[in-house]
């Protein structure tokens, strides 16, 4: 079976779900041309998500996804904080930043009972999660609505307990993927592999259909992750300038530029590994240094950082995410973005 059989697309193509990069006008161009578009939820409320959903379904009456993370959001610990602002220091002195006046907080939401309803209402074809997978009593709920559920593994560890807890499919995350690392069963970076490492895997120890993703660019990759029996591919990278993104012009120049070459994961901008180019912040602290907060706890004070200096046009505090592949990421419309990647799918 592969995604085209499973969701009831045209196309084994699926755009990544990307936070704070795009919103439903990407998605809604993918499902057009006949892939699969995703609306990231990781920093929506309910009443958001409910806004997104009601949006893509006025521009398409196609299949799309919907992807939610599925952490455990801590509780802060003022010392950790105080050490946090403390490694932050030099740079709030010189973007005039006082760190009393840094918000507390989780900056991304975990899916809740809340998000469970708004989903009962619109009914998507499938349903993705990053960090494992939601409580029974809410993943029952989701299964409910007659969705399929994707989660994603970055081991052979995680493939295995997903096919267990019931997914439907299972997203082979290879470390070269953008943005943050689905890692849930550990936290051991060197557990991490590629994804022509990772997927022929998962691939021969799953009955359940995996999907490509991380490191792909163009439809010579969307080959290669078929015959080494992908069920389908997920880009993310690739969409970042397609006019329908919402990639802002700091991150845009960054990835047009030779910079883009130099991604790293880092754990500066939310506390979890994730993928981006590197910039200021990342190379004066170390992309992975001691004491920073639990996911998302790191966010409010590099948001802060990230205000300030953007406004100067500087990207030194922004999070630009990015695989290590940007090869295929060019302004082309998403809808002949899709077509052209799909054009290496052979039937």
């Known amino acids: 079976m592969d995604l085209r059989d499973l969701l009831g697309t045209e196309l084994p193509i699926i755009q990544a779900p990307m936070a704070g990069a795009q919103n439903h006008l990407l998605a809604a161009a993918v499902c057009e041309a006949g892939g699969l578009g995703s609306i990231p939820a990781g920093m929506l409320d309910a009443p958001a998500l409910e806004a997104e959903l009601s949006a893509i379904e006025g521009l398409t009456e196609r299949p799309y996804n919907v992807n939610f993370f599925c952490h455990q959001t801590p509780t802060a610990d003022p010392a950790h904080i105080a050490a946090w602002h403390q490694m932050l220091a030099p740079l709030f002195a010189e973007f005039g930043i006082d760190p009393g006046t840094i918000p507390s907080g989780p900056t991304r939401q975990p899916f809740d009972a809340a998000m469970a309803t708004v989903l009962e209402r619109h009914r998507p074809a499938l349903v993705s999660f990053h960090f494992g997978l939601p409580t029974p009593e809410l993943l029952q709920r989701v299964r409910a609505t007659g969705a399929k559920i994707a989660s994603s593994a970055t081991t052979l560890e995680e493939g295995l307990w997903l096919q267990e807890h019931g997914v439907d499919a299972v997203i082979a995350q290879g ?98 590994p994730a993928r981006g180019i590197v910039n200021r912040i990342m190379r004066e602290l170390g992309p992975l240094p001691a004491d920073v907060p639990d996911f998302p706890l790191a966010g409010n004070a590099i948001g802060a950082l990230r205000a300030k200096t953007e406004a100067l046009d500087l990207d030194h505090c922004t999070p630009l995410w990015a695989g290590q592949n940007v090869s295929g990421c060019r302004e082309t419309p998403a809808a002949e973005l899709t077509r052209e990647l799909a054009s290496g799918w052979r039937d």
């Open 175 to 272: 470390l070269e993927a953008g943005g943050h690392r689905g890692i849930f069963l550990g936290e051991e970076l060197t557990t991490q592999l590629g994804t022509f490492a990772l997927l022929p895997q998962l691939v021969a120890a799953l009955d359940v259909p995996v999907i490509a993703a991380g490191g792909i660019a163009d439809a010579q990759g969307v080959a290669a992750a078929q015959v080494l029996g992908a069920a389908g591919v997920q880009l993310g990278t690739a969409y970042l300038l397609c006019p329908e993104s919402r990639t802002n012009a700091l991150h845009r120049a960054a990835l047009k530029s030779p910079r883009a070459r130099h991604t790293a994961l880092t754990t500066l901008f939310t506390g979890r």
